[in-house]
């Protein structure tokens, strides 16, 4: 079963790599990998313990991958959904390793608080840091 990383951030851009994505699952035997990454959060900056910093951030991911995953299940196909936390291209990178995916298909501009500034840049990263084929999408 091929494997496609979908890097999802609720995006127009990464709704439309998922669109793209699901296109070329095409009814094969292809199993998408959604993946939201957040951004740490510096501890001490919230009231809150380590452990409620993650149940937080957990909870952020779910939010975000709730469109995407009604999008798959609305299409019928395979997927698994997770989040991580980190610096977005190296999570991206280190997923797409840990979990063998074929092919990385994610959007060009995201909704990071300096998209409007650095637009692509996470995109540009993944591709210098990734061994498979990276699909950018509009």
């Known amino acids: 079963m091929r494997k ?3 890097p999802y951030d609720g995006s127009p ?9 699901i296109g070329m699952a095409g009814g094969g ?6 993946l939201n990454v957040q951004t740490p959060l510096p501890l001490g900056s919230l009231a809150l313990s380590p452990d409620e910093i993650r149940q937080v951030q957990a909870g952020e991911a779910g ?13 019928g196909v395979p997927y698994l959904a997770q989040s991580r936390v980190g610096s ?4 991206i990178a280190r997923h797409c390793e840990e979990h063998a995916c074929e092919a990385v298909v994610m959007g060009t501009r995201g909704l990071g608080p300096l ?7 996470v995109a540009t990263r993944v591709i210098h840091l990734v061994d498979v084929p990276v699909t950018l999408v509009k």
Do not use: N
């Open 63 to 75: 939010k975000v991958l709730a469109p995407a995953r009604a999008i798959l299940d609305a299409c």
């Open 13 to 21: 851009s990464a709704t439309h790599a998922l669109q793209h994505a």
């Open 29 to 34: 035997d292809v199993h998408i990998e959604l």
């Open 115 to 121: 998209s409007s500034v650095m637009a692509g840049s």
């Open 4 to 6: 496609i990383l979908v």
């Open 88 to 91: 977005p291209p190296s999570e």
